[in-house]
């Protein structure tokens, strides 16, 4: 297991390191000028030389690299051209909100998940089956902005039970923050969790064909134990890559449901930033999405090692 | 006393008949083989033994285990008796053991399911001891082995002691050995025998072959479209076979081929000195890759108009052989040459000699796309031709390669699903003919049928040769096929060539140690004319 871990480590590093190249080029090599394209078109010469020299665009680009490389390993961002504040700060603010809203989503869509999509394997063609997959088919349809908004509709404005938006801070406690994020979070796992419960029900029928589900059975085994025992780890690895794919959507994909409950998130500052222009704030937030990306495919290659000892014994 | 009565026994699943009145019984420590071919029931049979049926089977008559009835059990009652009661193994080892649970979890779950009382730890030394019991001493295949960690042999054996560790009064074997190389189906053979007589466990073994059985069962119970057509003691059984199917599945079993005369040798593929490696995983992380030598130093030579044979257990090395004669791989050491050509230039194949060569694969269900029709599927080679036959000379070739196959042309229009398994192979044998190729390489391609297919597929293939002049590598592990049409074999072993010669003298002489072990353990049918004596 130790080997395998290394060896998807390694293989991190190396993603870390081309993804970090890639994105450079792509904001280097894009047609025009950077500091033109932020100031746009009617900028003042001598603006345009501040900037510049500001970027650092009078520089070599390997030097413009590995600076930019350097100052990221230290933690050290830049300094966003709209706010007049260091890129680290904003994000780091930005995360706070971001992050425990993903992972608080991406639970209760697991929560939701699991137990719906072992509810309908385990009950194949019946009723309850095609209840749920009717259910997810709803929720997948559904836009999970005009959820978010009868969420509002129903817990904040006729019940009052939550705060119709806006976030108090962390530091007014877990609580209290767990409560603000909890509309957010329902909107957005909704159509995870639809998603995740059809693949939990598909790789477990995958899995309930297989020949040792019958040496299961012939055990003595009923069959709520063969699936339990048996079916359920053997189902996880496509379920882990979806929960993988998932986490890193939540991470950033979340604009809209940001916007409808007045979130500082990340989403809103990708979003902002962009229309800004600022390049700066940009780049350092692809770069570090990317970093989460490549992060929980490492995760969920561990998991793999754990669920499957032929995945450890491979490498 | 009886153990197992299954009486008046039919079953449908959603409408479709599949058992009709099937009765038969088995005697504790007795040997009960129920053979057919495929679709006979005899599966089904087993299963429902267990009952262990698939949604929608509705049966009606008895199914006694002792003084209980199976069909009237309740479905906790039932998973009582299966895995304590009644044990059972299944073809395809590979398959039928939890992949990400070890060896020893896996047996002494029996255990723990049937005896909650029982602690972690006994069940697993009960499991250890079982699991000596079937040949997997601890020292060499402690508990916390997987199963990727073992040989389809070995996984067969674990799958046995998960069946007997609770000491059951019957054990069903579902076609315990069909996935498994001879020489290891004699071994399993003999341990289920062993377990039966030392247990005074009654076995009811479930097999397509009439050899495998001979031999060791006491009596035997013949099936054919879910009827039982005879059954008696095995001796009597095979002596009177009153029954013509009877008759006629041990005449296909041991049919052999008359093959006309192979012309005076002129050399068409030769094969020197050719060795094939595969790199192995890293063993540290920047440590040298290490290599497996999967064909090892490897000459021969195929004349024009011979019938060769190539004959191994899996992992020797004859598929990997294979796929270097077609060029579909490079070979590290040696030259593989058809008519004086290298098969393989540079990075690809040799079109020039491609065209010459064509395959017949031994899977008639996997080896074509269910979406194109049976013309498109048997003019797949033309894609070789620099000319191919376009129009009214495209459909006279597909007409001429389907009525020689045995097909009517008019079959050209079909899809794949709607034909058997043993036409499937007459139209994989009509697509490898359609550009008469100099060489054809048959891999296992009569494996998967059934005897009585199988004997009209040889037939087949003499016939072939009599009007094509064919010239074929035979690749097989069954060696009483290769026996009947090879005019001469190869034996290989770990990646070379332990022996080869004409194929009657290999057979009735073997020199070498290994085809000596191969020709003892291949199960064979008793020579009626001697039982008959």
């Known amino acids: 297991m130790l080997r395998y871990a290394t060896k998807r480590f390694l293989s991190l590093l190396i993603s870390l390191a081309v993804a970090s190249l890639v994105i450079f080029v792509v904001i280097e090599v894009a047609p025009g000028d ?282 | 006393m009886t153990l197992l009565s299954v009486s008046n026994l039919s079953l449908s699943i959603h409408g479709l008949r599949i058992l009709d009145g099937v009765t038969f019984s088995v005697a504790p420590g007795e040997i009960v083989a129920v053979t057919g071919e495929s679709g006979s029931g005899k599966s089904m049979t087993a299963l429902a033994a267990m009952q262990l049926l698939p949604k929608g089977t509705t049966t009606s008559g008895h199914v006694m285990l002792g003084d209980d009835d199976l069909t009237q059990m309740s479905e906790a009652a039932l998973c009582g008796v299966r895995g304590n009661d009644i044990g059972m193994v299944f073809q395809e080892p590979m398959t039928a053991l939890n992949p990400v649970q070890t060896i020893g979890r896996q047996v002494a779950e029996t255990i723990r399911v049937h005896e909650p009382s029982v602690s972690r730890a006994e069940a697993e030394a009960r499991a250890a001891d079982t699991l000596a019991r079937v040949g997997l001493p601890q020292d060499r295949f402690p508990l916390s082995r997987y199963p990727h960690e073992l040989s389809g042999g070995q996984r067969q054996r674990v799958v046995i002691a998960i069946a007997i560790a609770l000491r059951p009064r019957l054990l069903i074997a579902d076609e315990p050995t069909t996935a498994l190389d001879v020489t290891t189906q004699a071994q399993i053979l003999k341990l289920l025998t062993r377990l039966a007589r030392e247990d005074g466990m009654g076995l009811l073994m479930i ?172 003019t797949e080679p033309f894609h070789l031709l620099d000319n191919a036959p376009q129009g009214a000379e495209r459909t006279r070739a597909i007409d001429e390669a389907l009525t020689a196959v045995g097909l009517t042309p008019k079959d050209a229009r079909k899809y794949i699903h709607e034909f058997s398994g043993g036409q499937r192979q007459r139209i994989a044998i009509a697509r490898a003919l359609i550009i008469r190729p100099e060489l054809i390489l048959f891999d296992e391609a009569v494996s998967a049928l059934d005897v009585s297919v199988r004997a009209q597929i040889l037939d087949l293939l003499a016939d072939l040769c009599s009007h094509y002049d064919l010239t074929y590598l035979f690749i097989s592990h069954d060696l009483s096929v290769v026996r009947s049409v090879t005019d001469r074999v190869l034996v290989m072993k770990s990646g070379q060539i332990v022996e080869a010669g004409e194929t009657g003298q290999v057979f009735d002489a073997p020199q070498h140690p290994y085809t000596q072990a191969l020709i003892a353990a291949a199960p064979v049918l008793p020579d009626l004319s001697l039982a008959a004596g």
Request: aromatic share 8%; proline share 5%.
């Open chain 2, 207 to 378: 097999t397509h072959d009439l050899a495998v059985v001979a031999d060791m069962a006491d009596r035997i119970v013949v099936m054919r479209k879910g009827q039982i057509v005879e059954q008696g003691e095995t001796q009597s059984l095979l002596r009177d076979m009153r029954h013509p199917y009877t008759k006629m599945l041990f005449e296909a079993s041991r049919h052999e081929v008359d093959l006309p005369e192979a012309p005076a040798p002129m050399p068409l593929l030769e094969v020197k000195d050719v060795c094939r490696d595969y790199r192995l995983p890293r063993k540290t992380l920047f440590g040298q890759p290490g290599h497996f030598r999967a064909v090892d130093n490897v000459s021969f030579t195929l004349n024009r108009g011979e019938r060769l044979g190539l004959v191994g257990e899996s992992g020797c090395g004859k598929s990997t052989l294979t796929r270097a004669i077609l060029g579909l791989e490079p070979v590290q050491e040696g030259s593989i040459l058809l008519d004086g050509q290298p098969v393989f230039t540079g990075t690809k194949p040799n079109l020039d000699v491609r065209r010459k060569l064509q395959v017949v694969f031994q899977d008639p269900f996997g080896s074509f796309n269910p979406r194109h029709r049976v013309d498109r599927l048997v």
């Open chain 1, 34 to 315: 950077p500091a033109s394209f932020m100031l746009g078109l009617n900028a003042q010469p001598e603006t345009l030389a501040a900037l510049r020299s500001e970027l650092g665009l009078d520089q070599s680009r390997p030097e413009r690299y590995l600076e930019w490389v350097s100052g990221m390993l230290q933690g050290d961002f830049g300094t966003s051209y709209t706010y007049r504040t260091p890129v680290t700060e904003m994000i780091g603010d930005r995360l706070w909100v971001s992050v425990p809203l993903a992972l608080y989503a991406l639970a209760l869509s697991i929560l939701v998940a699991f137990p719906a999509g072992i509810f309908a394997a385990s009950r194949r063609g019946q009723a309850g089956d095609v209840g749920v997959m009717g259910a997810t088919q709803l929720g997948v349809a559904v836009p999970n902005f005009w959820f978010a908004m009868i969420l509002v509709l129903i817990f904040s404005i006729n019940l009052r039970w939550f705060s119709a938006g806006g976030f108090v801070g962390w530091d007014k406690g877990l609580f209290a923050g767990l409560h603000a994020l909890t509309l957010p979070a329902i909107a957005l796992a909704l159509p995870q969790a639809a998603i995740l419960a059809r693949v939990m029900r598909s790789a477990l029928l995958d899995v309930l064909d297989e020949d040792f589900m019958r040496t299961a059975r012939a055990k003595g085994l009923t069959a709520r134990q063969a699936l339990w025992r048996h079916g359920l780890r053997n189902a996880l690895i496509p379920v882990l890559t979806i929960i993988g794919l998932q986490f890193s959507f939540l991470l950033a994909g979340s604009i809209i449901i940001e916007q409808v409950f007045y979130l500082p998130g990340l989403g809103r500052l990708v979003f902002q930033s962009i229309s800004a222009r600022d390049l700066i704030v940009v780049e350092s937030v692809v770069m570090l999405l990317v970093f989460s990306v490549i992060l929980v495919n490492f995760l969920v290659d561990l998991a793999y090692g754990a669920v499957d000892p032929r995945l450890r014994a491979r490498t």
